[in-house]
């Protein structure tokens, strides 16, 4: 049996301390005792929910290249945690190279139907198992975020010690909160020409040039005058003062929040009827809206309104693989044609 080694960790901290070397060792052991021959080793250090992976991607193309007669992995949840769709894609590649699923002491034959309902079991509870995860992982950083402690990538004016979970003013990058407040109240700067100014003077943190969105953030960011504030996907918003040293005062954000009201009235959105609904993507489960893009006619003599399904995080937008789409034109016209019929005949009511 030739057989191809798969292991997978979800983050760089698992593969630092311990997981990757754990599972290579006794996957390597395992695959010896049965006098299999190592064709390879795949790594990964990514969500089992995404299918575009580079070992996983490296591992298929020998499965399609006839150099592979079982996977080997320590759980099958390390191989895929992913949605329908995909684990229905990625066991047909591996079925129809006759490639089998193993783990230490089990091989599962995906042309046996038995096995593959076993395997499609094991998929579903490695989901569900992800998802009741995630749900005790944010239970913790909503009760962390009420008791007034920051947790993930905090603003680059500051520094946070993970020991001692202390929050210190960055003296490097504090000016940029008052210099950002000038240019925006008392020279009458908007956020684009803002950012050319920043531009001449230094890079982001990242050393990247310096956007309209990322002033705009600025702007908006209540950790500069000391309060903790979060939005979680549930809806709650928990707001905590006297949390970080203040880069401005609370008179200065209310002066700033008055200002981008003044300066950003937008028209109400045109209503839509998937408006109302809330729709959640099945691969990042966050939330998607609908907005209104427009496009022109050949000659761009024309301009149409064109409504899409987007994720409502721009940054959760970047990182998600899924490219949401629906046809509305053929629920509306449906949706059109029912409530017509109730209103001209009541007996079709049910």
Not at 24 to 53: C, H, M, P
Not at 94 to 120: C, M, Q, W, Y
Not at 130 to 136: G, T
Not at 302 to 329: M, V, W
Request: charge should be positive.
């Amino acid at each position: 049996m030739r057989v191809a080694i798969y292991i997978r960790v979800s983050t760089k901290l698992q593969e630092d301390r311990y997981s990757l070397k754990a599972q290579t060792v006794e996957l390597t052991r395992y695959a010896q005792s049965q006098n299999w021959t190592i064709v390879d080793t795949f790594r990964d250090v990514d969500s089992g929910t995404k299918l575009n992976k580079d070992g996983l991607e490296s591992m298929l193309d020998h499965v399609e290249d006839g150099k592979i007669d079982v996977v080997l992995c320590i759980e099958q949840d390390r191989l895929s945690r992913l949605d329908t769709i995909k684990w229905e894609y990625l066991k047909g590649v591996l079925r129809d190279n006759h490639v089998k699923i193993a783990e230490p002491g089990n091989i599962v034959d995906l042309t046996n139907e038995d096995d593959e309902f076993i395997s499609d079991l094991k998929n579903l509870l490695a989901q569900r198992s992800r998802r009741d995860l995630l749900r005790k992982m944010m239970r913790g950083k909503r009760q962390k975020t009420r008791e007034g402690k920051v947790w993930g990538k905090q603003p680059e004016e500051y520094h946070y010690n993970k020991d001692t979970e202390e929050i210190t003013v960055n003296e490097e990058r504090s000016w940029l909160i008052p210099f950002i407040d000038d240019l925006y109240i008392e020279k009458r700067l908007g956020v684009t020409a803002i950012a050319k100014e920043l531009n001449k003077i230094c890079k982001t943190a990242e050393g990247k040039q310096w956007t309209s969105q990322q002033v705009l953030g600025k702007l908006k960011n209540p950790a500069y005058h000391g309060v903790l504030q979060k939005t979680f996907s549930n809806g709650e918003t928990i707001t905590v003062p006297n949390v970080y040293p203040p880069l401005r005062t609370e008179l200065m954000h209310a002066r700033i929040r008055n200002e981008l009201t003044k300066r950003y009235r937008r028209q109400p959105a045109e209503p839509h009827f998937l408006r109302d609904v809330k729709i959640i993507c099945s691969s990042c489960q966050k939330e998607i809206s609908v907005k209104k893009h427009c496009v022109y006619n050949q000659d761009k003599s024309q301009r149409y309104g064109l409504f899409l399904l987007t994720h409502t995080n721009a940054i959760t937008h970047n990182k998600c693989e899924a490219k949401p789409s629906i046809n509305d034109k053929r629920i509306k016209h449906r949706i059109t044609q029912a409530v017509k019929d109730i209103l001209t005949d009541t007996n079709k009511i049910s």
